[in-house]
């Protein structure tokens, strides 16, 4: 839909797949969400030709208040949000020195907080906190829907109190609301109160609350740590990696052009990493990558993506927060005094797994806050 105001032209469309409203004045063009009264129909251009994108009512998420140029002659879009898209990495405990508190994530907000565009801008802003005691909904979590973050990334290390009725509910608005959501947890009932969270809590199977449902995978895989029961499949120690295997069709998030398939191939290892699969009857879910138990041989499920849709942001269920913590890249950084495992070096001495790592922490973060993939960064 095209109109003119004020000698600017006024084009609602969806840009690689996002809803946009362009009004493109003299020298400079701007974009922000659809409104509703787009059509399906499409449209030409002031030059007569057809633009390379699709003008469809389709629901609008938050680009951040995106700013968008045009090169006439080939009509290739160049995205830069004018703010970065703000993320909380959170954990489900209270800062306790000797356990998996925010703090032992350094690396991963480090990272994600130097990625930045091809202008020198920052593309995140990172909050990075504990929760607070959990005799009561914590400040943030329990208000999360009506805040202005964009992302979520859910680090549930508490064995089953780690978030109350409000927290869970909140969490659940704010990915209704558009949110994207990244959960993930850990062995046996590790991180187990995240059940209750709508979708993708589900995708989640522990020890005493909702198990796997296939009876077959309910039981001991890694036999080394024998204080851990199932869930427990062993991809190797920390510090070294694991080869992924990924189910196709490949999705954005395991994407990587300068790999040799096209694709990530690697994440890091962990003695016992938990369970996830898609829920039945969510036609948004589906299993996007495997691992294989370096004990058993058998294959198990890393990665449950769930696609954006007109009621849920888009969000990922994982196996194992320790594919972000600070000792599974790095073990020099050290790990809780009940970690018992002697850690492997392998990662540190791959460039390759360590910037395929890398890669896929930066393609979450576009995902889950709809920015494109392909949109250079410096």
């Excluded at 996007?288 to 954006?308: C, D, K, M, Y």
Aim: some cysteine; aromatic content about 8%.
């Amino acid at each position: 839909m095209a109109n003119e105001d004020d000698g600017c032209q006024v084009v609602e469309a969806a840009v690689m797949g996002r809803a946009l409203s362009i009004r493109s004045c003299t020298g400079h063009t701007h974009v922000g969400a659809a409104s509703p009264r787009s059509t399906n129909q499409p449209h030409d251009d002031a030059m007569g030709g057809k633009p390379p994108f699709t003008v469809r009512r389709t629901p609008a998420r938050s680009l951040h208040g995106a700013s968008i140029r045009f090169d006439r002659a080939s009509w290739q879009p160049e995205m830069t949000p004018m703010r970065p898209s703000r993320i909380l990495l959170q954990t489900t405990i209270p800062t306790v020195e000797d356990d998996w508190h925010i703090g032992r994530f350094s690396l991963l907000r480090d990272h994600l907080a130097n990625v930045r565009d091809i202008h020198g801008k920052p593309l995140f802003e990172i909050t990075a906190r504990d929760r607070e005691p959990p005799d009561a909904a914590d400040s943030v979590l329990s208000r999360i829907d009506t805040s202005s973050f964009d992302q979520l990334w859910l680090f549930a290390v508490d064995t089953g109190d780690g978030l109350t009725d409000a927290d869970c509910e909140a969490i659940t608005r704010f990915r209704q609301r558009g949110g994207g959501l990244l959960v993930l947890r850990d062995h046996m009932d590790l991180g187990s109160s995240v059940c209750t969270l709508g979708g993708v809590g589900p995708a989640h199977f522990f020890h005493s609350k909702n198990p796997d449902p296939d009876p077959s995978r309910r039981r001991v895989d890694d036999t080394v740590t024998r204080d851990i029961s199932w869930p427990n499949y062993h991809s190797g120690a920390n510090g070294d990696f694991q080869c992924i295997k990924i189910v196709p069709p490949l999705h954005p998030v395991l994407r990587d052009p300068q790999s040799p398939d096209g694709a990530i191939r690697y994440l890091p290892s962990h003695p016992h990493e938990g369970a996830v699969g898609a829920p039945p009857g969510d036609a948004t879910a589906r299993v996007i990558a495997t691992g294989r138990s370096q004990s058993t041989g058998q294959l198990f499920n890393l990665v449950v993506a769930f696609e954006p849709s007109a009621d849920w942001g888009p969000a990922i269920a994982e196996s194992t927060f320790h594919h972000f913590a600070d000792y599974n890249w790095n073990p020099s950084t050290g790990s809780p005094g009940f970690v018992s495992e002697t850690p492997g070096d392998a990662l540190a001495r791959s460039p390759e797994a360590q910037r395929s790592i890398r890669r896929y922490v930066r393609n979450l973060a576009f995902w889950l806050g709809g920015i494109p993939l392909d949109m250079p960064t410096a």
